[in-house]
Every structure is written in C-alpha cells, then in structure tokens.
C-alpha cells in the first residue's frame, strides 16, 4: 500500500518562505501525478501544484510564482518550496498520488481528495 509522510510544515511570517517534503513509499503506477494540496480552516481541499513523471508541472493561479513543486530523482521524494507567503496561505498541506490524470486533471480532481494522500502538515503563516 502507499504510503506518504509530509515534513516541513511550521509558524512563519508574512512573506518568508518554507519547503515542504514528502516521503512516498515504493509505488508501481506507471501513469500518475504526484502532487500537493491544502485545506484551510472550514473551507475544502484545493489542489496547488502536480508534477508527473516527465516533469511537467502544474499550478493553481494563486500560487503561481511563488511555489514551487520538484521530485527527487528517485522519485520517492516530493518537495514544495513556498515563498512569498501570506496568512491566505495557511493551511493543512498534503501530498498525493493520483494515478492515471493529467496534472492539470489531478489538480482539479484534488478538492476531492482523489488518489492517496499523507497526513498533512500545518502551514501558519502570520501578518
């Protein structure tokens, strides 16, 4: 079974910047996206970013620019880089698995929590 831990989640100020990994078990898919989301407080998931196994990327409009989403090349690492931070960008974040999508459909596909997902980890940004 898959199995993804996330790290790097923490308190940090308007405008700093985080990294974000995640450690995915061994998985056969030979068609899948691995990606991050997050949920806010009250609100549901939104997917922010999808990598496949080419490289190509995929973000959603409000992070564009300021994250970046980068695979190890093993593939069993996943990060996200996150900088320019604002308090809208506190959340549980959480990566993923979604076989057989595009990125851009697995991003979509995200607010419903589709594939396998970690256990999150906790982004707080304050003003």
């Known amino acids: 079974q898959v199995r993804l831990v996330e790290s790097g989640g923490g308190s940090v100020q308007s405008g700093g910047s985080l990294r974000l990994s995640c450690d995915i078990s061994p998985y056969s898919y030979t068609d899948y996206c691995l990606g991050w989301a997050r949920q806010a407080s009250g609100k549901k998931p939104e997917g922010v970013a999808t990598?496949?196994?080419?490289?190509?990327?995929t973000y959603a409009d409000s992070v564009k620019g300021r994250f970046t989403i980068t695979q190890g090349n093993d593939r069993s690492t996943l990060y996200l880089e996150m900088s320019s931070l604002s308090p809208e960008d506190t959340a549980t974040y959480y990566c993923?698995?979604?076989?057989?999508?595009?990125?851009?459909?697995?991003?979509?596909?995200?607010?419903?929590?589709?594939?396998?997902w970690g256990q999150g980890t906790q982004v707080t940004v304050s003003s």
């Open positions: 990598i496949d196994r080419h490289g190509s990327t």
């Open positions: 993923a698995i979604v076989p057989d999508l595009t990125t851009t459909q697995a991003l979509g596909v995200m607010t419903y929590r589709v594939g396998y």
